[in-house]
């Protein structure tokens, strides 16, 4: 059974940073798994945030965080991470990362999700 569980969040102010990171256990290699990084605010749907390829050599962004927020990953570590920069009151949302077998901005896409961490932005 795949598992994901993410960390890292927290309560910062505006303008700060986090880290989080989501570990991922299972029968399958995680260098199998394209993974990503979604947000669901009080009140709204759950939004896609960015996404990574089994190598790195490809990611995308939403627009809101392109240029704040960095996706990678290690796949000798099993772990998949969100740098977030620069944070903005309107980040705040509890974040869930994702793994499946396609690189996509659709939350259809991927399999296996984690439980979800908080992260709250205040001003």
């Known amino acids: 059974q795949v598992q994901l569980v993410e960390s890292g969040g927290g309560l910062v102010q505006a303008g700060d940073s986090l880290r989080l990171s989501c570990a991922v256990s299972?029968?399958?290699?995680?260098?199998?798994?394209?993974m990503a990084w979604f947000r669901q605010a009080p009140g709204k749907e759950r939004e896609f945030v960015a996404t990574?390829?089994?190598?790195?050599?490809?990611?995308y962004y939403t627009d809101s965080v392109r240029g704040r927020f960095t996706i990678s990953r290690d796949n000798a570590e099993n772990t998949g991470y969100l740098q977030m920069n620069k944070l903005k009151r309107e980040d705040t949302a509890v974040y869930f990362c994702?793994?499946?077998?396609?690189?996509?901005?659709?939350?259809?896409?991927?399999?296996?999700w984690g439980q979800g961490t908080q992260v709250t932005v205040s001003s």
């Open positions: 299972g029968p399958t290699p995680f260098s199998t798994y394209s």
């Open positions: 994702a793994a499946g077998f396609r690189t996509s901005r659709l939350s259809t896409a991927y399999d296996y």
């Open positions: 990574i390829n089994w190598s790195s050599d490809t990611t």
